[in-house]
């Protein structure tokens, strides 16, 4: 989930330590009606406004400071101590995992793959996926896609499109596993790092 945050004016000033997270965020119900509410929540909203993709600070420190009790919420502090000393612990099966194709992460909202693995084409970093992506994009359990493009490789787009209509008329049986197994969730429920189910969904 959370990264420290580098920003260009003066981080002193924030209202709240500064994390940062995915731009498509996933927060429980609870936890809107608490930040809407929120006075906190304001003051980062107005110092985040010429920041560069404020979408992903604000999340990721509304949801990852201890001190505001956001539903869903986690010690982002604690998550990047524990992330770094098990990344220090277990190299190798990190290296195993990121080359794995069907990787979940600390997130479901948003499916983006930053590596080799794209058959589409690569643009700024992130790969806009192609009609040779579609197989392995329609078996992820995220919630969007991103990013697929109008103008390039269109047939991903429809192809995907009609896949999804077929589904609502003949739904899948959901698995709620892989959901309920995120990090973030199982914290949020007293899990503590140590017991995590899938501790290399941090990264």
């Not at 909203?45 to 600070?57: A, C, K």
Request: proline letters at 7%; aromatic letters at 12%; a neutral charge.
């Amino acid at each position: 989930m959370p990264y420290i945050l580098r920003i260009a004016h003066k981080i002193e000033a924030a209202p709240l330590p500064l994390y940062k997270a995915s731009l498509s965020a996933t927060v429980p119900r609870a936890a809107i009606d608490e930040i809407v509410k929120s006075s906190e929540a304001r003051s980062l909203l107005f110092f985040l406004l010429n920041t560069s993709i404020p979408d992903e600070s604000f999340w990721g420190t509304l949801t990852g400071n201890a001190d505001i009790p956001v539903p869903g919420g986690t010690d982002a502090a604690k998550w990047l101590e524990y992330r770094e000393g098990y990344r220090k612990n277990h190299s190798e099966e990190l290296k195993s995992f990121q080359k794995e194709k069907y990787r979940m992460r600390y997130y479901l909202s948003r499916y983006q793959l930053w590596d080799t693995n794209c058959k589409g084409k690569m643009a700024s970093g992130s790969c806009i996926f192609g009609i040779s992506d579609l197989p392995d994009l329609l078996k992820q359990p995220h919630l969007v896609a991103h990013k697929l493009y109008i103008d390039f490789e269109p047939a991903a787009f429809f192809c995907g499109l009609k896949e999804i209509r077929s589904r609502e008329r003949k739904p899948l049986e959901l698995d709620v596993k892989p959901y309920k197994e995120i990090p973030q969730v199982e914290l949020s429920m007293g899990v503590p790092f140590e017991n995590l189910s899938h501790p290399l969904w941090l990264f």
